[in-house]
T-cell receptor, first 111, second 115 residues
């Protein structure tokens, strides 16, 4: 079983739609969680951290359920510029922090 | 502020040739350092990570090795490249483990094509 699993998509949505991505992780030693965004042929960049109480940044909302080992990202009012791959990321405390990426979910937002 | 440098940006190498990719971080001390590989259309695969000079953890047995000769320098190497080594190689750093909530920051990557 992969340490971090995501639905690869692609998700094809119209502008203005709400879209949700899910991610599960297998290791209970996971300590911190993030969503990254990766544009084509570019390096990943942090979108937002994910906190236990859930957190929001503009149109983006992240949720964490430690009991179910589940992370989500909700994007409201999708923009064309949201088209990218969204990567779920987990830091494992193994005596040195391993940072594990999911394979990513591809999003296409169309006019 | 902290910056990460990774070079070269692109590389075309013949099968059987050696490889050396270098990554350096500025503006921080004792960072955790990482090498990832991303095959075309795929996710990031963690290859190596390091918590200090000379300390390397390997995640996937393969044709590659890593070294950390200095605190802020991380090198990815191969003695003989295979076609399957082609991909997008990314170096990343994050603060020392005491700040477990901190995110990782990436270099701009090296696009390696083995021909």
């Amino acid at each position: 079983r992969k340490e971090v699993e995501q639905d690869p998509g692609p998700f094809n949505v119209p502008e203005g739609a709400t879209v949700a991505f899910n991610c599960t992780y297998s290791n209970s030693a996971s300590q911190s969680f993030f969503w990254y965004r990766q544009d084509c042929r570019k390096e990943p960049k942090l979108l937002m951290s994910v906190y236990s109480s859930g957190n929001e940044d503009g149109r983006f909302t992240a949720q964490l359920n430690r009991a179910s080992q589940y992370i989500s990202l909700l994007i409201r009012d999708s923009k064309l510029s949201d088209s990218a791959t969204y990567l779920c990321v987990v830091n494992l405390n193994t005596g040195g922090f391993k940072t594990i990426f999911g394979a990513g979910t591809r999003l296409f937002v169309k006019a | 502020s902290q910056t990460i440098h990774q070079w070269p940006a692109t590389l075309v190498q013949p099968v059987g040739s050696p490889l050396s990719l270098e990554c350096t971080v500025e503006g921080t001390s004792n960072p955790n350092l990482y090498w990832y590989r991303q095959a075309a259309g795929r996710g990031l695969q963690l290859l190596f990570y390091s918590v200090g000079i000379g300390q390397i953890s390997s995640e996937v047995p393969q044709n590659l090795s890593a070294s950390r000769p200095q605190d802020r320098q991380f090198i990815l190497s191969s003695k003989k490249l295979l076609l399957s080594d082609s991909g997008f190689y990314l170096c990343a750093w994050r603060p020392f483990e005491g700040e477990f909530g901190a995110e990782a920051f990436f270099g701009q990557g090296t696009r390696l094509t083995v021909v």
